[in-house]
């Protein structure tokens, strides 16, 4: 019960401080977390913010692969780009490349500006415009009832819980956290579609610091580098 009190109250508290979709970025340029897998760093996430008048593009690029013995088991590079205007979100796209696998998403606000339009190769249809993209970085994901995934345009209904203030280290700089946990609200789903991530955001500045999952191993998104 404590939990979800608090919870509703800093959801309260960031959405009356929001000053805009994506105002509280205005500042960053560039972002990059490194990725550990088994806390074995295995790759990348860069996310490069492109500033044209109102217009805004997040230009993304994942790369990690899994190797044993010198061999790669396991390989997946993405790209996308979001696109926002006058701090609204406008365009989402990627592709992904998973082993031998393509996966891609396009996501586009109808012409009304009433629903999201999905192409994605999980997913095709249209999607409240409420529900978020899944990249993290973006901090108001917390307050949607739906992330959709950035990779195959899934949507993955979710229950989002506050789970306390945290400080957390990172190489020499310490970071006054706040940490949520998100969790799929279909508990009908097989293991491998769950949703279960916490994520760090910093206290203020609601900067991304760092993520963390299971799946088949230990995974985390750790911040390098801020711009």
């Known amino acids: 019960m404590k939990k979800i009190i608090l919870s509703i109250a800093f959801l309260l508290l960031i959405k009356s401080q929001s000053l805009g979709h994506v105002a509280h970025y205005a500042s960053y340029n560039y972002l990059e977390y490194e990725l550990f897998r088994n806390n074995s760093s295995i790759g990348y996430h860069k996310y490069d913010f492109v500033r044209d008048g109102d217009n805004?593009?997040?230009?993304?690029?994942?790369?990690?692969?899994?190797?044993?013995?010198?061999?790669?088991?396991?390989?997946?590079?993405?790209?996308?780009?979001?696109?926002?205007?006058?701090?609204?979100?406008?365009?989402?796209?990627?592709?992904?490349?998973?082993?031998?696998?393509?996966?891609?998403?396009n996501?586009?606000?109808?012409?009304?500006?009433?629903?999201?339009?999905?192409?994605?190769?999980?997913?095709?249809?249209?999607?409240?415009?409420?529900?978020?993209?899944?990249?993290?970085?973006?901090?108001?994901?917390?307050?949607?009832?739906?992330?959709?995934?950035?990779?195959?345009?899934?949507?993955?209904?979710?229950?989002?819980?506050?789970?306390?203030?945290?400080?957390?280290?990172?190489?020499?700089?310490?970071?006054?956290?706040?940490?949520?946990?998100?969790?799929?609200?279909?508990?009908?789903?097989p293991d491998s579609k769950k949703l279960n991530t916490d994520i760090w955001y910093e206290e203020g500045t609601y900067l991304w610091v760092k993520a963390a999952f299971e799946k088949t191993g230990y995974w985390e998104y750790r911040i390098k580098k801020v711009n």
């Open 107 to 189: 996501i586009d606000l109808d012409e009304n500006n009433d629903h999201l339009i999905i192409d994605g190769s999980s997913y095709k249809g249209k999607a409240n415009k409420e529900f978020i993209v899944g990249t993290w970085w973006n901090h108001e994901i917390i307050q949607a009832k739906a992330q959709i995934s950035g990779i195959s345009g899934r949507i993955i209904d979710q229950t989002v819980t506050f789970i306390g203030k945290e400080n957390i280290k990172i190489g020499e700089k310490t970071y006054k956290t706040l940490r949520f946990n998100f969790k799929s609200s279909d508990e009908s789903l």
């Open 56 to 105: 805004l593009s997040i230009i993304s690029e994942v790369s990690f692969k899994i190797t044993k013995l010198g061999v790669d088991l396991y390989k997946y590079f993405a790209k996308s780009e979001e696109n926002y205007q006058n701090g609204f979100f406008k365009s989402y796209s990627s592709k992904t490349k998973q082993n031998k696998k393509d996966r891609y998403v």
